[in-house]
């Protein structure tokens, strides 16, 4: 099977049938090609149902899992999105494909700048890097209609809720190092309300309101 195909078997076999709707979701999962954000040596476990290391000690989620995740952020196509965790890039490039522009923080310098060569190559010109610390948000570009932290996290920090605009949706793997939940958040006439979904496992979320490094 080329890409292509592997793409399309990924979407009937991993998505479809646990429950992904969102056509533009699916559409976004068909196209984007995932063996470009991993190493060359690993290329044909990309489309396979699981998270794949990265460099630096990191994850690329699993398929189904930067489905849900994107699906829970009901993106229509003009929104501004704001994603901490940039890792491979993957995400963003969903997200790119779903939304009008997007900001995406990583802590670790080469990450966000091999991320930024394949935006490149791949032409996405509405995603915006930046290396630093996202527990403090982007206060320069906010507010944002859509928040996603890709990283475990004991709390979604209240800097993150307040960068996000009235109307807004936030999403994150909220829990303990070692076992997480997906907490999705809506902002909706200054009230806030919190559904629970999946469970899951990330890496930590690292920064001055995730946790300390010498926790890790
Ligand atoms: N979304 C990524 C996967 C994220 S893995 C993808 O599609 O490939 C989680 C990433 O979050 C790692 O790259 C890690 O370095 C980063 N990270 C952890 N703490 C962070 C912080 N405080 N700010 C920005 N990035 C952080």
């Not at 646990?18 to 991993?38: Q, S, T, Y």
């Not at 190559?121 to 610390?133: E, M, P």
């Amino acid at each position: 099977m080329g890409f292509r195909e592997l793409r399309e078997f990924m979407v009937s076999t991993q998505l479809v049938p646990r429950g992904i709707k969102d056509e533009r979701v699916l559409n976004a999962m068909r196209k984007v090609p995932r063996h470009l954000f991993v190493d060359e040596s690993i290329q044909n476990k990309a489309y396979d149902d699981m998270a794949l290391p990265i460099s630096e000690g990191q994850t690329i989620s699993q398929p189904y899992m930067v489905a849900i995740m994107t699906e829970l952020l009901e993106l229509k196509g003009n929104e501004k999105v704001l994603e901490i965790g940039t890792g491979s890039g993957y995400q963003a490039a969903i997200l790119a494909e779903l939304s009008k522009e997007v900001y995406t923080i990583e802590r670790v310098d080469v990450l966000a700048q091999n991320a930024e060569e394949r935006f490149l190559s791949l032409g996405y010109t509405n995603i915006h890097v930046k290396v630093g610390d996202g527990t403090l948000g982007w206060p320069e570009e906010a507010p944002f209609d859509r928040i996603m932290i890709t990283a475990a996290t004991p709390k979604i920090p209240d800097v993150l809720m307040e960068q996000l605009s009235e109307e807004g949706i936030i999403i994150a793997p909220v829990g303990d190092r070692f076992s997480q939940q997906l907490l999705k958040c809506t902002k909706s006439s200054g009230k806030y309300s919190d559904e629970y979904h999946t469970p899951c496992i990330f890496v930590p979320l690292i920064g001055k309101y995730g946790w300390q490094q010498e926790d890790i």
